[in-house]
C-alpha cells in the first residue's frame, strides 16, 4: 500500500494557473502506474491523466476537455506526482484526487479499465469565473 496526499488545490478565477501536488509515501519510481482524476458534485469521478512508472513527465492520455491545458509530471527524487493546470475555467471547478496502482496485474495504466487501489483524500479546485 501506499498513502497519498495532495495538495495545492484552491480558488482561482478563470483564466488562472494551479500546480496540484501528491506526496506519496514510497518511492514514485517503484509505482507502476499513477493518475489524477477529478470529480464534481451529481458527476462521475473522471480521470484526468494517468502516467506510468518509468515516465516522468506528460501522457498521451489526457481527457479530451483538458488537453493542452494541464501536464502531468513526477519527481521521482521528491515522490510526488504533479499535475500543472492552466487557463482554467469553471469546468475545472471539482476535487482532484491521486491515485495509485502499485504492481501491473494485466492491465496497461494508459486503460481506462485499470482498477486504481490507492486514493488520496482529494484536493478542492474552485474556479470561477
Known amino acids: 500500500q501506499v498513502e497519498l496526499v495532495e495538495s495545492g488545490g484552491g480558488s482561482v478565477q478563470a483564466g488562472g494557473s494551479l500546480r496540484l501536488s501528491c506526496a506519496a509515501s514510497?518511492?514514485?519510481?517503484?509505482?507502476?502506474?499513477m493518475a489524477w482524476f477529478r470529480q464534481s458534485p451529481g458527476k462521475q469521478r473522471q480521470r484526468v491523466a494517468p502516467?506510468?512508472?518509468?515516465?516522468?513527465?506528460?501522457?498521451?492520455y489526457y481527457t479530451d476537455s483538458v488537453k493542452g491545458r494541464f501536464t502531468i509530471s513526477k519527481a521521482n527524487d521528491k515522490n510526488t506526482l504533479y499535475l500543472d493546470m492552466n487557463s482554467l475555467g469553471p469546468e475545472d471547478t471539482a476535487t482532484y484526487y491521486c491515485a495509485a496502482v502499485l504492481l501491473y496485474r494485466g492491465r496497461d495504466c494508459t486503460s481506462t479499465e485499470i482498477a486504481f487501489d490507492n486514493w488520496g483524500q482529494g484536493t478542492q479546485v474552485t474556479v470561477s469565473s
Open positions: 502516467i506510468r512508472r518509468f515516465r516522468t513527465y506528460g501522457s498521451t
Open positions: 514510497r518511492s514514485t519510481d517503484s509505482i507502476y502506474c
